[in-house]
């Protein structure tokens, strides 16, 4: 009997070494992705600030679309995860205008020539270029960004996509960045009211809008809120208290691709 158990013994034991190996390899690679989000959220955190240092007023535009975007994305019965992704596009969605030759042409007041529109065209191609790093963490993000100038009919840009091959939060985010658009003023156009901003998302139901999206946005509920969001965005000297800085965290080492490598030994064998 005791041989018996002692035989058993022998098959458990490595059995679970070999358990204890597995679950600290598991644990290991937890906490290295643990870090790695909140690199990527640092990121983004970093990005939000460069747009504010750039240009308050697009800071400040973001801000608004993100809170309209968000209304209209729980009213439609958006799940959580979906929430989070229009917030992060509806954010990031003009990063593509912090360009030199952009940033001009925003900040003029004379109209618009063909030549610049098309230069303002480029924008949301270049936000998904700049975004691109970060897809490994928010997939949607650059594409939805890349998309939030698509219309329901096919006749936006960059790529003329149509229906709901354009990305879900790319419709929610073009709707609130159409309204506030409407109704805050710009270099090319004046501020009109919000009854205004409502008359011309339903006129673009089903060509520039998706109209299920439109149909809620159009609620009296939604209207509601929508103004609230807008009366506390307005309130003079706001702040962004919430936003995080930097705290101790140690985040992973990275390599940085901004000039060509040395020919060195150190450097052989390694990839570009």
């Not at 800071?59 to 958006?78: D, M, P």
């Not at 065209?121 to 998904?128: C, E, K, L, S």
Request: aromatic content about 6%.
């Amino acid at each position: 009997m005791l041989l018996a158990n002692c035989a058993r013994m022998k098959d458990f034991v490595p059995f679970t070494v070999g358990a204890a190996a597995a679950g600290g390899l598991l644990l290991r690679e937890h906490n290295m992705r643990t870090k790695a989000e909140r690199l990527s959220a640092a990121t983004l955190e970093t990005l939000l600030n460069a747009i504010d240092a750039n240009d308050a007023v697009t800071g400040a535009h973001v801000r608004r679309v993100a809170a309209i975007a968000l209304i209209l994305g729980e009213e439609a019965g958006l799940d959580e995860r979906t929430l989070r992704s229009v917030e992060r596009v509806a954010l990031f969605h003009d990063i593509g205008k912090l360009h030199g030759a952009l940033t001009d042409i925003f900040h003029e007041q004379t109209k618009l020539t063909p030549e610049e529109r098309r230069a303002v065209m480029t924008h949301p191609q270049r936000g998904a270029e700049v975004l691109a790093p970060l897809e490994g963490f928010f997939p949607d993000l650059p594409k939805g960004v890349a998309a939030h100038h698509e219309r329901w009919d096919g006749k936006g840009y960059p790529r003329g996509l149509k229906g709901k091959r354009i990305p879900q939060v790319a419709r929610v985010v073009t709707i609130a960045d159409s309204f506030d658009a409407i109704t805050h003023r710009r270099r090319y156009s004046h501020a009109r009211s919000i009854g205004e901003a409502m008359r011309a998302i339903e006129e673009g139901r089903g060509t520039q809008f998706d109209p299920e999206l439109v149909d809620v946005f159009m609620r009296p509920e939604v209207r509601t809120r929508i103004e609230k969001a807008m009366r506390e965005a307005n309130r003079p000297h706001r702040n962004h208290g919430t936003r995080k800085r930097g705290g101790a965290q140690r985040a992973p080492d990275v390599t940085f691709r901004w000039r060509p490598r040395s020919g060195g030994s150190r450097a052989r064998g390694r990839q570009p």
